[in-house]
């Protein structure tokens, strides 16, 4: 049982008792940092960047160790763990470097979604309220102008123009059978005054009451995309870290199927693949970072960025293969292309289902 503070020494850890020399600034039982009771504010940003970031020494290493093809796989396997960030903490935080990167980079293909897709949406929808508005006060002015049949056709002329290539109603999503002979498609078709005017629940529930669920929700993902789509690109890009964190088990299980034969735990190529995509993010982060300030300058000049990128990295990644896994470079090199392969189809497929699953939870 440990002793009151106060029958300690001098110098003891705040945090569990324990007895500390004057020379030792760590308790040599719990691990606490010596320091008084109170926490001046250049601690805690200390103990932010320290605990959160790892900015003190081992983030730094690992960041230069992935650079080495290999390197910082082969350390972790000979033990050499602690001198390092944890292979996941380093894909978290290079994954969440180069998705930033991608939104950065990709403001004016967000703003060009914005404008074709959510924003003119918009415009026709809550035009048609104007439209409903104006039909009502030329409906009075009529009535007011009656005997003037030339103000009356100015007045149908000039509806007529303002509904010129505009339709009335939008197709917000299918209605999907399936029976023994084919499939069927059935648009449903809602009016652009009611979308304006109702929230999605609404309009489900009054034009397609008899649907499943399974189309419910798409019919009200839909709406809610067309009136409020306009961080739903910023939202697909945040959800990309985690599609690539799911991705990795699959990854790993290739590389397995690839060295079957080989003397290494799916644990191994699990780490193997979190630092290759560690130093890819970063590498691709970097490309992106010179494309966006390159093509202020020269609208020519990122080919060469690309194509250097495109060549550095798969060199990289084969020579790192090579280290770890220890084989002839031809057989290295097959290899590789087989994991291409099988990596760009895996890749698509969680693509595809993280647009799926994006538009569902939006």
């Known amino acids: 049982m440990v002793s009151e503070p106060t029958q300690l020494s001098d110098k003891h850890c705040l945090n569990c008792g324990t007895e500390m020399s ?15 009771v ?12 320290r605990d959160v970031l790892n900015v003190e020494g081992r ?53 060009s979604f914005k404008e074709q897709v959510v924003q003119a949406s918009q415009r ?9 508005s104006l039909s009502h006060q030329s409906d009075s002015l009529k009535e007011a102008f009656s005997s003037n049949p030339a103000a009356v056709e100015v007045l149908d002329s000039l509806a007529m123009r303002m509904r010129r290539d505009y339709t009335d109603s939008v197709d917000v999503g299918v209605n999907i059978s399936f029976n023994e002979s084919d499939t069927k498609m059935t648009s449903v078709m809602l009016s652009r005054k009611d ?15 008899e649907a499943s669920y399974w189309e419910k929700l798409l019919m009200r993902q839909n709406i809610k995309l067309q009136k409020e789509g306009d961080s739903f ?18 990854v790993a299980l290739l590389l397995k199927l690839l060295y079957i034969r080989r003397d ?45 990128s495109s060549i ?32 760009f189809t895996v890749f698509f497929i969680f693509l595809i289902l993280t647009i799926l699953v994006s538009t569902l939870m939006y």
Not at 63 to 90: C, D, H, M, W
Not at 195 to 209: E, K
Not at 233 to 249: E, H, R
């Open 59 to 111: 983030l730094w290493r690992s960041l230069v160790a992935i650079f080495v093809p290999g390197r910082l796989t082969n350390a972790f396997f000979e033990g050499k763990r602690q001198r390092y960030v944890s292979p996941v903490r380093l894909f978290f935080f290079t994954a969440l470097l180069f998705f930033a990167m991608v939104g950065f980079v990709g403001k004016k293909a967000e703003q």
């Open 312 to 343: 550095v990295i798969p060199v990289f990644l084969v020579i790192a293969i090579k280290r770890v896994y220890k084989q002839s470079f031809w057989k290295t090199l097959l290899k590789f292309l087989l994991l291409l392969l099988g990596y």
């Open 22 to 36: 004057q020379q030792q600034l760590f308790c040599p039982h719990c691990g606490q940092k010596y320091t008084k």
């Open 233 to 250: 690109f910023g939202y697909l890009i945040s959800q990309m870290v985690w599609m690539m964190l799911l991705m990795m088990p699959m």
């Open 264 to 308: 290494y735990y799916y644990v191994d190529h699990l780490i193997f693949s979190f630092h290759t995509h560690a130093f890819t993010f970063v590498a691709s982060a970097l490309t992106l970072w010179l494309l966006h300030f390159l093509l202020k300058y020269d609208q020519d000049g990122g080919a060469g960025i690309i194509i250097v």
């Open 195 to 209: 979308m304006a005017q109702w929230p999605a629940d609404t309009l489900v529930q009054r034009y397609a009451p």
């Open 124 to 132: 026709n929808i809550y035009y048609a309220l104007f439209l409903d």
């Open 38 to 49: 109170r926490v001046s504010l250049l601690m805690l940003i200390g103990d932010f960047f």
